[in-house]
Nanobody, 124 residues
Framework: QVQLVESGGGSVQPGGSLRLSCAASAYTDAPNCMGWFRQAPGKGREGVARIYTTRGTPAYYADSVKGRFTISLDNARNTLYLQMNSLKPEDTAMYYC????????????????WGRGTQVTVSS
């Protein structure tokens, strides 16, 4: 099991930027895949971006965030990042960090380890 703690959320105006961080600790078996998911009120949890930890590439993005969001990994600090630029009101959601030691897909059920989330609100 991996302990994950997200930070960096907040409120921004449309067009603004935020960088989310996810600190991973207390694991015995290192995850091979980490990702960011989000959940807006009344909606299901959707994948935003994911990355293989052993290679760092490739990174995968949801169509809705391609060209605006960038996922990255600092293995020395055991920290996953999500740089979010050109934010839109529809990006408003709770953002979660997740880790998997097996499959690396968009299915949240394939990620056994989750953080508690950090809220991102985009509003004018």
């Amino acid at each position: 099991q991996v302990q994950l703690v997200e930070s960096g959320g907040g409120s921004v105006q449309p067009g603004g930027s935020l960088r989310l961080s996810c600190a991973a600790s207390a694991y015995t078996d290192a995850p091979n895949c980490m990702g960011w998911f989000r959940q807006a009120p009344g909606k299901g949890r959707e994948g935003v971006a994911r990355i293989y930890t052993t290679r760092g590439t490739p990174a995968y993005y949801a169509d809705s965030v391609k060209g605006r969001f960038t996922i990255s990994l600092d293995n020395a600090r055991n920290t996953l990042y999500l740089q979010m630029n050109s934010l839109k009101p529809e990006d408003t959601a709770m953002y979660y960090c997740a880790a998997s030691r097996t499959r690396c897909t968009w299915n949240p059920d394939h990620f056994p380890d989750w953080g508690r989330g950090t809220q991102v609100t985009v509003s004018s």
